[in-house]
């Protein structure tokens, strides 16, 4: 099962930011937390992934609480195209584990 | 940025026949994995692969299946009898090193088993 807990939906408006959290009390300290998005039926796609620091890529930025037990992923200025289904992720940072997918967040872009 | 292949995009089957979904992997990928996704569901595990082993498989993954990459290129699953309930998009996905690296995901199969 997922270790994680998302809202099942959300709405933003273009060109604003999106904030989508998660929550994960359980974490333990070796385990990352990977964000991915499905685009309609298309395959999952790698967005950011964290330990314990903030990341920042060209595509969005991960907040982890210092306790690690949430996080939030930022895109900054969301356009349509960003309408998808969000996972969070934790996952073990070794060998070929595999991700455990929940139902994830719907997030909508409306213009 | 690279991307893994898989063919044929869709598959229509009968119940009970053989189907072999192909994946090709990006080039220095050490790991595969194939997940399946039935219509309206989550996005499930099914195995992974490493070294020419099966590393990890779910309970899905019975006798029927199995994976091989035969050729050292391309990855393949295949479902010996196929039932309705195998009908899905079925997503391979590979990465580089097992450690602490994102995995890239196919564009998927989608079998429909009639």
């Known amino acids: 099962d997922a270790k994680t807990t998302q809202p099942p939906s959300m709405d933003c408006a273009e060109g604003r930011a999106a904030n989508l959290p998660c929550n994960h009390s359980t974490i333990s300290g070796n385990e990352y937390v990977y964000w991915y998005r499905q685009i309609h039926s298309q395959g999952p796609q790698y967005i950011i992934h964290?330990?314990?620091n903030n990341e920042t890529n060209e595509m969005a930025s991960l907040i982890i609480t210092e306790d690690r037990k949430s996080s939030t992923l930022i895109l900054p200025h969301a356009t349509l195209r960003d309408t998808a289904v969000y996972y969070c992720?934790?996952?073990?940072?070794?060998?070929?584990?595999?991700?455990?997918f929940g139902k994830g967040t719907k997030l909508t872009v409306n213009p | 940025e690279p991307e893994v292949t898989q063919t044929p995009s869709h598959q229509v089957t009968q119940m009970g026949q053989e189907v072999i979904l192909r994946c090709v992997p990006i080039?220095?990928?050490?790991?595969f994995y194939w997940y399946r996704q039935i219509l309206g569901q989550k996005v499930e595990f099914l195995v992974s692969f490493y070294n020419n082993e099966i590393s990890e498989k779910s309970e899905i993954f019975d006798d029927q299946f199995s994976v091989e990459r035969p050729d050292g290129s391309n990855f393949t699953l295949k479902i010996r009898s196929t039932k309705l309930e195998d009908s899905a998009m079925y997503f391979c996905?590979?990465?580089?090193?097992?450690?602490?690296?994102?995995?890239?995901f196919g564009s998927g199969t989608q079998l429909s088993v009639l």
């Open positions: 964290g330990l314990k």
């Open positions: 996905a590979t990465t580089q090193q097992g450690t602490n690296e994102k995995l890239f």
């Open positions: 992720i934790v996952r073990v940072g070794g060998g070929s584990e595999k991700l455990v």
């Open positions: 080039s220095n990928h050490l790991y």
